[in-house]
């Protein structure tokens, strides 16, 4: 057979299909749209809001830079709230602190893979205010009322970046119960077409004739990444466990070395993801600085970073005018994110906290 024909009910776009329902299924939402990475997913989850030049969108400060660019992107403005000392996410409280009449929007980022109660930040604000998740840290977690993060009947934004849970090696994806906007998106991500371009292949008694509706983008994703991301789902629960066995063995090494390490509410819980392990210092009882010691780690092969440089300290967001966000920047000035995967070992934790304790001159502790 000629390579050109394509025949009827060909394998065209069937994996990511299949990727969508069945990441749907998981997460307990009735519509699934993937793209290409999850700020693709950010900017069309408020392009399809409507936002644009004019608007504000609330976005805390503590988060990548995404989540505030796909504001930016629309002509609108980011507005940043401060964070709980303990979830280091938004609350209802910070939140509210920063609506005015121009507030149309608020993105509710899950920080670390720490599950927000989205139900209580609803019901704090004004009935016209749009509330879109991003998810990126949070596939597998859950609400506190026990829901798959994504089944809240929101926009939700996930990513399948490299390192996140579940890794395409990039990716993103919207989960929503509204069909319309998710047909508006299958077009927006496909260059406007009004047909999407799998259905081009799976209906055979429609030739090409897809019209440009509308200025679209170049954001879909495809079967390879698709094929990868079926098999990475079907394995989440397990990896999750790993995740929590890490996490727990790094709580019994940290607590033995006696440096007032303090992890991210709820990480030991079933319902927090474990995307992220965030760790702050008690500066009264160590002598080294966060930095230092963050590039001491780095220098044994220890991949420990820093999440995040709060965006308000940024120079492209100065303009923004926020002069201080009291809990995010002492959180900044002290937390660490250790390393962790499904694909470490007992062994591996055991070399971060030996390194740890060397550093800080706690190596009696150990032996």
């Not at 149309?104 to 004004?126: F, K, T």
């Not at 200025?215 to 495809?222: D, E, I, M, P, V």
């Not at 007032?260 to 600085?289: E, M, N, P, Y």
Request: charged content about 20%; some cysteine.
């Amino acid at each position: 057979m000629p390579v050109s024909c394509v025949p009827a009910g060909s394998a065209w776009g069937r994996k990511t299909l299949a990727f969508e329902s069945e990441l749907g299924a998981f997460i307990g939402a009735p519509e699934v749209v993937t793209v290409n990475s999850c700020t693709s997913a950010l900017f069309l989850a408020l392009l399809v809001e409507g936002i644009g030049p004019g608007d504000e969108v609330i976005v805390p400060s503590l988060t990548w830079c995404a989540t505030a660019n796909a504001a930016l992107y629309l002509g609108a403005t980011p507005v940043f709230c401060d964070v709980d000392p303990y979830s280091m996410c938004v609350t209802p409280q910070t939140v509210a602190a920063k609506v005015t009449g121009r507030t149309r929007a608020v993105v509710v980022v899950h920080y670390g893979g720490y599950a927000v109660d989205v139900e209580a930040l609803r019901a704090s604000l004004p009935a016209d205010v749009i509330l879109v998740e991003d998810a990126a840290h949070a596939l597998g977690a859950m609400y506190a009322n026990g829901r798959p993060v994504g089944a809240s009947g929101h926009t939700v934004c996930f990513s399948f970046y490299a390192n996140k849970n579940v890794s395409t090696a990039e990716g993103g994806a919207l989960a929503l119960f509204d069909s319309g906007k998710a047909e508006r998106l299958r077009c927006l991500r496909m260059n406007g077409l009004e047909s999407h371009a799998w259905s081009r292949y799976i209906r055979p008694s429609v030739a090409f004739s897809a019209d440009v509706t509308e200025l679209g983008y170049k954001a879909n994703f495809t079967d390879l990444q698709a094929a990868i991301g079926r098999v990475q789902l079907s394995r989440l629960p397990e990896m999750a466990h790993v995740r929590l066995i890490i996490a727990e063995h790094y709580r019994e090494c940290l607590d033995a070395l006696g440096i007032g390490v303090t992890f991210q509410q709820g990480v030991f819980d079933k319902s927090h993801a474990r995307h992220l392990l965030v760790i702050r210092f008690d500066s009264a009882k160590t002598t080294i600085r966060r930095d230092d010691l963050l590039l001491a780690l780095r220098a044994r092969n220890i991949g420990a970073s820093v999440h995040y440089r709060p965006l308000h300290r940024q120079p492209l967001y100065s303009a923004q005018g926020v002069s201080c966000l009291p809990v995010t920047e002492s959180l900044a000035d002290a937390i660490m994110t250790l390393p962790i995967s499904a694909r470490m070992t007992l062994a591996d934790v055991d070399y971060v906290v030996e390194n740890l304790a060397c550093l800080l001159n706690h190596e009696k502790v150990l032996q």
